[in-house]
Nanobody, 128 residues
């Protein structure tokens, strides 16, 4: 079965950390750009961070710069999002997407685009 599966979400206190994983099955992520997106209740889905397939270039939304780090492990067919110094406003459902797009900034700018693959999402709640 061809799919992306996110994991690693949960409840964390402000200032805490989580690491999200986006694992592919049925296809290899090597040739795909990967994006992490999030959608909070009542808001549109927005791009958080994206990573290219070739040179590893990355893009981060201003709201997460310096706190989140995206990385990929092609050997494990998995992309990660390390989230540190979490804030209540980071609360959302986090999704990953895979696409052959080459411009990662463009990928992150379009949170509702019909990319090649989307995961089902994982909930992140930041609350004391």
């Amino acid at each position: 079965q061809v799919q992306l599966v996110e994991s690693g979400g949960g409840l964390v206190q402000p200032g805490g950390s989580l690491r999200l994983s986006c694992a592919a099955s049925g296809f290899t992520l090597d040739y795909y750009a990967i994006g992490w997106f999030r959608q909070a209740p009542g808001k549109e889905r927005e791009g958080v961070s994206c990573i290219s397939s070739d040179d590893g270039s990355t893009y981060y939304a201003d709201s997460v710069k310096g706190r989140f780090t995206i990385s990929r492990d092609n050997a494990k067919n998995t992309v990660y999002l390390q989230m540190n110094s979490l804030k209540p406003e980071d609360t959302a459902v986090y999704y990953c997407a895979a696409d052959h797009i080459t411009a990662v900034q463009s990928m992150c700018a379009h949170g509702s685009y019909n990319y090649d693959y989307w995961g089902q999402g994982t909930q992140v709640t930041v609350s004391s």
